[in-house]
Structure formats: structure tokens, C-alpha cells
């Protein structure tokens, strides 16, 4: 009691508390989520920085606004964040180009060894994007190596995955990398479970960016129409 009376404390009258859900804790009208490590900007200049060494990238894709077509390629369960590809004619003859060029030098890539794997490295990963489908190779960022599996990001879908290192091949040609990054960072406005399933199309409205980390956008879903 004598601390009490030396700081001159008191207690609030019994009226405030019926005023608010609780005199200690704030009361948050909209979730908050945490926004997956992928998606910071932190992280995606050094893939950048790694794999295309070109970080022009980031700025051009904040800029985007108004109705577009999204391919879903990613999604992070019970978050709103996701990773989709524009569909647009460009977008579409990159990616095919890119494609077309891996398909034609894969086969006579020599596996890498674990002594060549380590962090930052560019290479090709082979690993399942979608439940169900064949293995196929795509370009990736090593994030991490734990005994024989490598941690990767694979920045055309923006998937991490963990597969075994021989699972890698080299790809070190500039030539690969021109392509910028196919798939890009959402977040949905309409909340988590409006994202539709990675494969699946979905048309919308680009409305603003989030707060922090302007390069990912605000995604709204248009209403089905019957």
C-alpha cells in the first residue's frame, strides 16, 4: 500500500470498464496476419540480387493497378497472402520462351554435388508444384541447405520446397535469367477463403498495396455472376 500511495495510483472508476472490452488489451476490428517471409521485400532482393542482378523488378510491379486476370500459383493456408501469375500476352510469351529454352538444355545438366550447393545459389530444382502432376524442373534460389536437402524458392510460383540435392542441376547463364520473375505477391481484400486453389484462374480489381511492402498488391475478387 505504501507504493501505491508514493506513486499516487489509483484504479480507474467502475464506469470506464463497461465502456470498453477490456481496459488492457486493445480491440482489433480486422484480423491481423503476418506476412510470409517469401513476400518481404528483405528477401526478394536477394533473390533478385542472385539470380536476375537486376532489382528493376520490385518498383516496376507497384505501379499495377485497376482490372486484371490472375493464374493462382500459390497459397498460404488460413492467410490471405498468395502468389499469382498477370495473365497477359506478354506475361504468357515470357513464360513460354522460358519454358521452351529450360526443356532444351535439362537433360544434359549434370546433377550438382553437395559441396556446390550452398545459399544464393541459382539453379534448377525438380520437385511436384501441384498435388498430382509430374515432376518438372524450374528455376530457383537456394534458401538454405540441411544435410542432403536443399531449401528453395522457386521464384516463378513462389513456392518453398525442400527437395533432396540431387535433385539440383546448374544453371548459371545469364541467358536463363533475363526473365523476370513470373509469379508475384497478392493479398486478398475478400480474406483467405476467397483465394481460389494454385492452378485456378481468377479475375479481379488491383486496388493499392500493402502499407510496408508496396510491391505486394491488394487483390479483390470479382463477384461470380451467375
Known sequence: MAIFH???????????????LSPLVPCFKEAIYT????????FLCCVLRDCTKDLTWLPAIMNMSGEVSLLVTNVFPNSPYFWAV?????????????????????????CLSKREVHRGLRCLAQCMLLYGEDMTW????????????????????GITATVPIQCLRPLDSDTFWMTPPLAQPFFSRDGFKCIDFPGTFVDGEISGSCLNERHVLMFTKHAHKE
Not at 9 to 20: E, M, N, Q, R, V
Not at 86 to 110: G, R
Not at 140 to 157: E, K, Q, R, S, T
Request: with cysteine.
Open 6 to 20: 508514493y506513486l499516487d495510483l489509483s484504479f480507474p472508476p467502475t464506469a470506464y470498464f463497461g465502456k470498453c
Open 138 to 157: 524450374n528455376r530457383c534460389w537456394v534458401v538454405d541447405v540441411v544435410g542432403n536437402h536443399a531449401i528453395v524458392f522457386m521464384l516463378d510460383y
Open 86 to 110: 498477370l495473365v497477359q500476352e506478354d506475361v504468357y510469351a515470357s513464360m513460354t520462351n522460358l519454358f521452351i529454352a529450360l526443356s532444351k538444355v535439362v537433360d544434359h545438366l549434370p
Open 35 to 42: 506476412m510470409p517471409m517469401e513476400m518481404r521485400g528483405g
